[in-house]
């Protein structure tokens, strides 16, 4: 069992840069891969970037490659998203999401596949 907490949203203006967390418990959280989705609204919720539970792969969706880096802390049962040159149509709750897979270096990008979900966290960009 994981629980997954996120925090670090809030109101930033377009350019700004936010960094959010996700907390894990559990002590097996190095053999989950980790997910960040989003969803807007009125949209549907989306995979943006994931990283392998070993933290050697990740993987990023076009929309935020090369503004979003993600990283992972194993023994602080921690994931971060480090968010820079925001724009308004990041705007959106944020989730991460946890995935128990036997692959240390494969990331998961289906939503369905994912086992443990945080609560979102709310990032919104005024332009």
């Known amino acids: 069992q994981v629980q997954l907490v996120e925090s670090g949203g809030g109101l930033v203006q377009a350019g700004g840069s936010l960094r959010l967390s996700c907390a894990a418990s559990?002590?097996?959280?190095?053999?989950?891969?980790i997910g960040w989705f989003r969803q807007a609204p009125g949209r549907e919720r989306e995979f943006i970037v994931g990283?392998?539970?070993?933290?050697?792969?990740?993987y990023y969706a076009d929309s935020v490659e090369g503004r979003f880096t993600i990283s992972r802390d194993n023994a602080k049962n921690a994931v971060y998203l480090q968010m820079n040159s925001l724009r308004s149509e990041d705007t959106a709750v944020y989730y991460c999401?946890?995935?128990?897979?036997?692959?240390?270096?494969?990331?998961?990008?289906?939503?369905?596949?994912?086992?443990?979900w945080g609560q979102g966290t709310q990032v919104k960009v005024s332009s």
């Open positions: 990283i392998s539970r070993s933290g050697t792969s990740t």
């Open positions: 999401a946890a995935v128990l897979h036997y692959n240390s270096n494969y990331i998961v990008r289906k939503e369905s596949e994912y086992d443990y």
């Open positions: 559990g002590r097996t959280f190095s053999s989950y891969g």
